[in-house]
């Protein structure tokens, strides 16, 4: 199994500029979820979902937009790109926390320099 | 809500020494706790999970750690460091209820010396 697919790996943005991370996985797992990840802050969520159609706010949403159209999709837009938005960013998928929980997989991440 | 704290940015340690890296949470319910591996320009790998079984728990690579309720603590521990268990350890913490989120700690840097 592929498990957690990220795309791109890498991106160069010039300031103000647009893109879209794409999220995939194939466990068919409810929930998932966009971290980034900066030098000695760990990882914060950016947004999460706990199911198809569905899209909630995590610790630090602003200039983030997702989509969850299907339920193996989860997309991270970047409406005006900003320096301040130069990471790395991490998806994730997890099943509904209980008995048999396994916690979270992670995809391989994407990095993100802004310009 | 709940929180994690790291212990130390950076720890370093002699091949063969003991590693401690130590983790402390706040949950107001019942938690799942979790210790992940990241190595340098790749992403993170899970070494072991505390999900309300046993308080000792074995991971991989001969990592463990114990749950503490009393102590708030999941330290992770190794009696032997090795040369490639230099990297990122982050541990993390989920309430086993509702639309809880995974929230990690800030991180620690294991360096390991010969």
Redesign the interface.
Same mark, same amino acid.
């Given at each position: 199994n592929a498990g957690v697919t990220q795309t791109p790996k890498f991106r160069v943005l010039k300031t103000g500029q647009s893109m879209t991370l794409l999220c995939a996985q194939d466990m068919n797992h409810e929930y998932m +979820?966009w +971290?980034r990840q900066d030098p000695?802050?760990? $990882?914060? $969520?950016i947004h999460?979902s706990?199911g198809e159609g569905t899209t %909630?706010k995590?610790e630090v949403p602003d200039g983030y937009n997702v989509s969850r159209l299907k339920k193996q999709n989860f997309l991270l837009g970047l409406e005006s790109a900003a320096p301040s938005q130069t990471s790395v960013y991490?998806c %994730?998928s997890s099943s509904v926390?209980?008995q048999g +929980?396994?916690? +979270?997989t992670?995809?391989?991440?994407t990095r993100l320099t802004v310009v | 809500a709940q929180s994690v704290t790291q212990l130390g940015s950076h720890v370093s340690v002699s091949e063969g020494a003991l590693v401690l890296l130590r983790c402390n949470y706040s949950s107001s319910v019942p938690p799942y706790l979790f210790w992940y591996v990241q190595y340098p320009n790749q992403g993170l790998q899970l070494l072991l999970k505390y999900t309300s079984a046993a308080t000792l728990v074995k991971g991989i690579n001969g990592f463990e750690a114990e749950f503490k309720k009393s102590e708030t603590s999941f330290h992770l521990t190794k009696p032997s460091a090795h040369m490639s268990d230099a990297a990122e350890y982050f541990c993390a913490v989920i309430m086993n209820s509702g639309y809880s989120t995974l929230t990690f700690g800030k991180g620690t840097m294991l360096l390991v010396s010969p």
């Open positions: +979820y +971290y000695g802050m760990g $990882l914060r $969520l999460y706990v %909630a995590g991490f %994730a926390p209980g +929980y396994y916690g +979270y992670f995809g391989s991440g | -």
